[in-house]
């Protein structure tokens, strides 16, 4: 073997380098999860459960909007008027109509 | 319950005026409004209740027509969401979230009736209802909400409007 042969051999020994025909490969895929968790963004974790409920929110029947001026002052006793029975009724009535709902 | 008070109206009764007070606040914005198909049904189910005493006769099939379109009506006019109850149910666990609110309860001895108050099953149906749309706050005059311990806390009606 000629010098130059030893020194080539001394030297991808110690730097390692490929050799041509034993080019160094890249290491093999796992799909280990734990190489990758380092890449999860971490509020998506804590944050899961709310994402899913944001998403699977089902929609409603009617949606929000402002609302019209007045609506609350219009529909002040609105009941009492339709069905007379049901005017001025008393404070103990309320408080029937608490226990009422108690019941339910 | 608010509904009821304010469509009985009476300027003379407590609970009409608080009631006026807190929904006079979702209609300028300070609070966006929700509710459920279960909220008409018990809506209907308490007001079909006082006028059947009130009239001594069976309340009719037109009669609770009204009832209801009355509720139906002031919801599209305050902008208030309302949800589908069943929907709700088939995406969200509601009735094991009805479980845990009231294994999470805890009863109060009640301040001027000296009764103690606890969590209802229809009262943790709503509770479950607006823990599923995400809700902050359930509006309520109802003592048995006090002592709820979760994501949805209770907004005990004549605290927030003392005067």
């Given amino acids: 073997m000629s010098v130059n042969a030893e020194v080539n051999i001394e030297r991808k020994l110690i730097y390692q380098e490929p050799s041509v025909n034993n080019p160094r490969s890249e290491s093999p895929v796992t799909n280990d999860f734990l190489p990758r968790i380092e890449f999860l963004n971490p509020s998506s974790i804590t944050q899961a459960g709310v994402y899913d409920r944001i998403i699977n929110l089902p929609k409603p029947v009617k949606s929000w909007h402002r609302a019209s001026r007045g609506a609350t002052e219009r529909f002040k006793g609105c009941l009492s008027e339709v069905f007379p029975a049901l005017k001025d009724l008393s404070e103990e009535d309320m408080k029937e109509i608490e226990r009422k709902r108690h019941e339910l | ?163």
């Fill in chain 2, 1 to 163: 319950m608010i509904f009821v008070y304010h469509f009985l109206y009476s300027p003379t009764v407590f609970l009409s005026r608080k009631s006026a007070l807190f929904l006079k606040d979702v209609e300028k914005g300070k609070y966006i409004g929700i509710v459920t198909t279960f909220t008409i049904a018990e809506y209907l189910a308490v007001t079909r209740g006082v006028l059947c005493k009130k009239k001594n006769t069976q309340v009719t099939s037109s009669e609770i027509s009204a009832i209801k379109a009355k509720l139906e009506q002031f919801i599209t006019q305050m902008g208030i969401v309302l949800y589908d109850s069943d929907s709700l149910a088939t995406k969200h666990a509601v009735f094991a979230d009805c479980e845990s609110m009231i294994e999470r309860d805890v009863p109060s001895l009640g301040r001027h009736d000296g009764k103690w108050h606890y969590l209802k099953g229809a009262d943790a149906l709503h509770l479950a209802f607006a823990n599923s749309v995400n809700a902050e706050a359930i509006a309520t005059f109802d003592d048995d909400f006090r002592g709820v311990r979760g994501a949805v806390r209770p907004l005990i009606i004549p605290e927030v409007y003392r005067n």
